[in-house]
């Protein structure tokens, strides 16, 4: 699908598209014959993921490691799950001062 695409149907922007390619949080996309950018269905899954890792505030550094980690396949698993459980409690420990402030 092209970028236009994939921006309608992910809610990101083809610039954010394009900017997360280029830094590397998403894969380079094959190109076709005239050089436009052409993606697999499939990436719309990971952008999903993506854009809940920046809604609940992963830092972008965080998500290229852990987009780094992803790229290197089955063995890292441990390692992402490390680092979504540590996000986790951060997420959580956020919440809880959030919700002493409204008390």
């Known amino acids: ?7 309608k149907r992910s809610g990101l922007s083809a610039y954010t598209i394009r900017y997360y390619e280029r830094i590397g949080l998403l894969p ?4 076709d014959q005239s050089g436009q950018r052409d993606y697999d269905a499939s990436i ?7 854009d809940r890792l920046k809604t609940t505030g992963m830092p972008i ?11 290197r396949g089955v063995d890292t698993e441990a ?3 490390a680092l979504l459980e540590q996000h986790r409690e951060r997420v959580r420990a956020h919440l809880a001062k959030l919700q002493a402030c409204l008390l």
Not at 1 to 7: N, P, S, T
Not at 28 to 31: F, Q, S
Not at 44 to 50: A, D, S, Y
């Open 1 to 7: 699908m092209k970028i236009g695409e994939l921006a």
């Open 44 to 50: 719309l899954t990971w952008i999903e993921f993506l």
């Open 28 to 31: 380079n996309a094959d190109r």
């Open 79 to 81: 390692e992402r799950g």
């Open 61 to 71: 550094r965080e998500m290229l490691r852990y987009a780094a980690l992803r790229e």
